[in-house]
């Protein structure tokens, strides 16, 4: 309704007929009030103006390069989680391989007691029996009698390390029987402190 000062103006920012607020949008401005805080301004509208009206261009520019910032970080973590997801698919796939392996040659006929620690070479006969054996290809020379298929050594948790990662794993472990071995004690308490910052 129209009063005696004319119909009234709308305040940016105020709601829809039905009471919802109206969604924001880039660059929106805050809603204007005459006592922020239950104090009455002296000029709200010195306080509310735009100076400079590419000033709203601006805060719109603004908005829109704090939106295209946010995606991109958002899309770069995402990137790392995924390549740290395939990484771990190919480590899982390489256990079920290396775990199928070893169950495969805990099942090869040997007619010793196999022990940790030794290398065994695996050979297949003309049958196509394969069979484990404490002579190497080297010893046998010229007269080696059937097909030499590689060669492994039994480790101390029953697995089989091919011969040639042997160095490799034995360099490895011997660095974590260095660690387990030094004595563990707990660092020194090391609380904030402002020495130096005061006077």
């Known amino acids: 309704n129209a009063g005696p000062a004319g119909p009234r103006r709308r305040e940016l920012g105020s709601g829809s007929r039905t009471g919802r607020s109206p969604l924001p949008t880039a660059g929106a401005l805050v809603e204007r009030t005459a006592?922020?805080?239950?104090?009455?301004?002296?000029?709200?509208?010195?306080?509310?103006?735009?100076?400079?009206?590419?000033?709203?261009?601006?805060?719109?520019?603004?908005?829109?390069?704090?939106?295209?910032?946010?995606?991109?970080?958002?899309?770069?973590?995402?990137?790392?989680?995924?390549?740290?997801?395939?990484?771990?698919?190919?480590?899982?796939?390489?256990?079920?391989?290396?775990?199928?392996?070893?169950?495969?040659?805990?099942?090869?006929?040997?007619?010793?007691?196999?022990?940790?620690?030794?290398?065994?070479?695996?050979?297949?006969?003309?049958?196509?029996?394969?069979?484990?054996?404490?002579?190497?290809?080297e010893e046998w020379g010229t007269s080696c009698p059937h097909d030499f298929l590689g060669a492994y050594k039994l480790q101390h948790d029953l697995s089989w390390t091919p011969y040639e990662d042997i160095e490799k794993r034995d360099a490895n472990i011997s660095i974590m029987d260095k660690l387990l071995s030094q004595p563990m004690s707990l660092p020194p308490c090391t609380e904030p402190t402002l020495q130096g910052l005061t006077h």
């Open 35 to 137: 006592t922020p805080g239950g104090l009455a301004l002296v000029s709200p509208y010195h306080t509310h103006r735009v100076g400079d009206p590419a000033d709203l261009v601006a805060l719109a520019e603004q908005v829109q390069k704090a939106d295209e910032f946010i995606r991109a970080n958002a899309s770069n973590k995402l990137t790392v989680i995924a390549e740290q997801i395939q990484y771990l698919q190919e480590q899982a796939r390489k256990v079920l391989e290396e775990a199928r392996r070893d169950a495969d040659l805990h099942h090869v006929p040997c007619n010793m007691v196999k022990k940790p620690g030794n290398i065994y070479y695996l050979y297949r006969r003309e049958s196509g029996q394969q069979y484990f054996s404490i002579i190497s290809p």
